[in-house]
């Protein structure tokens, strides 16, 4: 088979990894990929976004499978694109990719079906946002509707912060349309768990357990980023907890797109927080989390395109996904100044030191070729996982291989799964 992968940051290097281990598969493409991807797959320097290009490419190799990574051409259209020719493709069409593109959609479809989720109103007039907020309990959280690479999310101590928030998400349009509209929700206390879900329409299945770490310091201070590291499995994901969201979660998740007309193929994400009333739905996310995926499918057994190809044809019921009884932790190498200023360019190295490794992986989120060498290219440059036989283990053998590894500005956390210690 051939496979096209879209996308070109860890998350799609880690899931063309998986792919390659794939006996049925002799060729992938990604687009636009990156340097570390090369290793593993073509890269072909089309956009993610450019889905006319993509379709035609597609079609002049004769793809027969496409898994989109990003979010982005999701929520935009790209596989209704895909299918209007008659292309094979993984992922939501457009109406069900609002799962992750609103989250007004989200909300009101979590409360219309009874899903647990933390209390909230939709405004799109600052002004009743504003006069809403004067009575609100602090803190409060406020959400731009729309995609905003994960920044469009306020956490308001107070109501002066809570004014402000109201000014730079809907009157300076900080995060552009995304503001248009906003949801103000109830602040939640508890454990952040990602659960990743593959889906074909009416069956899900449920991965492995993750956490990620989205702040930029130690001890969970700075700046939100797109991740600075994960750990898989958590081990405040109980089997009650996993109980509690089969139950109430996940397969209403699915049963209630599927009823709304918007039936959902793909990756469903659950970021859930375990609070004291139970587990809540935090957001959905329609695609492989990033970088959950590069501690969730080092671990998991079966052929990725087997899960794939079900999820597309509708059969994942005859399918049983299978984890190895282990774990795996991920330590991001970002350029210091990640994520607001930083420098790029600088050499990678210390690369060949994980060539045929079995149990440490380094998955390249932003790195590209200059003059022969690979060299920086982004503010997340490595996802560097180890395989461990427990969390301890893991966590180690990530820190050790970090230290394999060198470019100039080099930054990483160096708590990523302290939450172990405390479990
Ligand atoms: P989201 O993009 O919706 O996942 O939000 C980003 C982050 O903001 C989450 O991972 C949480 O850490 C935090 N967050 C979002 N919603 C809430 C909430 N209702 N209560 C507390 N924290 C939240
Ligand atoms: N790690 C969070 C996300 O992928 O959105």
Known sequence: M????????????????????????????????????????????????EFDKLVAFAKEKAIDLTVVGMDDPLVGGIVDAFQAEGLKVFGPEKKAAILEGSKAFSKELMKKYNIPTAAYETFDNPEAALAYLETAPMPVVLKADGLALGKGVL????????????????????????????????????????????VDGKTIRIMTSAQDHKRAKDGDQGLNTGGMG???????????????????????????????????????????????NGPKVLE???????????????????????????????TLDKIDLEFEDNAAVCVVLASDGY????????????????????????????????????????????GVTALGKDLKEARANAYAATELIDFDNKYKRNDIGKAIDEA
């Open 2 to 49: 051939k496979v096209l992968v879209v996308g070109g940051g860890g998350r799609e290097h880690a899931i063309c990894w998986k792919i390659a281990q794939s006996s049925r598969v002799d060729k992938i493409y990604c687009a636009p990929g990156n340097a570390g991807i090369a290793s593993v797959a073509e890269c072909v320097p089309i956009g993610a976004m």
């Open 155 to 198: 956490i308001c101590q107070n109501l002066e912060e809570a004014r402000a928030g109201v000014k730079t998400l809907m009157l300076d349009k900080q995060f552009g349309s995304a503001g248009d509209r906003i949801v103000v929700e109830e602040f939640m206390t508890g454990r952040e768990v990602s659960v990743l879900s593959f």
């Open 230 to 276: 994960t750990f898989s499995p958590s081990p405040f994901y109980t089997k009650e907890v996993d109980e509690f969201c089969r139950r109430y979660i996940y397969q209403a998740t699915v049963d209630a797109m599927a009823a709304e007309g918007r039936a959902f193929k793909g990756v469903i994400f659950f970021g859930l927080m375990l609070t004291g």
């Open 284 to 314: 959905y996310n329609a695609r492989f989390g990033d970088p959950e995926t590069q501690v969730v499918l080092p671990r998991m057994k079966n052929d990725i395109m087997d899960v794939f190809e079900a999820c597309v044809e509708g």
């Open 339 to 382: 994520p607001e200023h930083y420098e790029k360019g600088f050499e990678i190295r210390g690369l060949e030191n994980f060539e045929g490794s079995p149990d440490r992986f380094v998955f390249h989120a932003g790195s590209k070729f200059a003059e022969g060498k690979i060299v920086t290219n982004g503010g997340r440059v490595l």
